[in-house]
Nanobody
């Protein structure tokens, strides 16, 4: 059974930092493309960042480039999102995603990040 469990969300002031974690189980982590997506109220879910765990190749959404960093610890089957210089517009539910070969996608339940101005 695949499980993605996010943690690390919370309330932070603008300009502050948070680190999200996503612990994965039930998948072969080393062949996954792990990602973070977010959804703000009334908006569509959008890409935040992805990492190909086998190569450490990363991709970022335009709105977070230079502020957020995605990383993974393959020994712990965990992916992280370091978020710096947070802005009120970063407020959203952040979801962990695992994309596996043959189009299989799995999602966590999400963790809420609230950035106050």
């Amino acid at each position: 059974q695949v499980q993605l469990v996010e943690s690390g969300g919370g309330l932070v002031q603008a300009g502050g930092s948070l680190r999200l974690s996503c612990a994965a189980s039930g998948i072969i982590f080393s062949i996954a493309i792990m990602g973070w997506y977010r959804q703000a109220p009334g908006k569509q879910r959008e890409l935040v960042a992805t990492i190909t765990t086998g190569t450490s190749s990363t991709k970022y959404g335009d709105s977070v480039k230079g502020r957020f960093t995605i990383s993974s610890d393959n020994a712990k089957n965990t992916v992280y999102l370091q978020m710096n210089s947070l802005k009120p517009e970063d407020t959203a539910v952040y979801y962990c995603n695992a994309h596996l070969p043959f189009g299989r996608d799995y999602w966590g339940k999400g963790t809420l990040v609230t950035v106050s101005s």
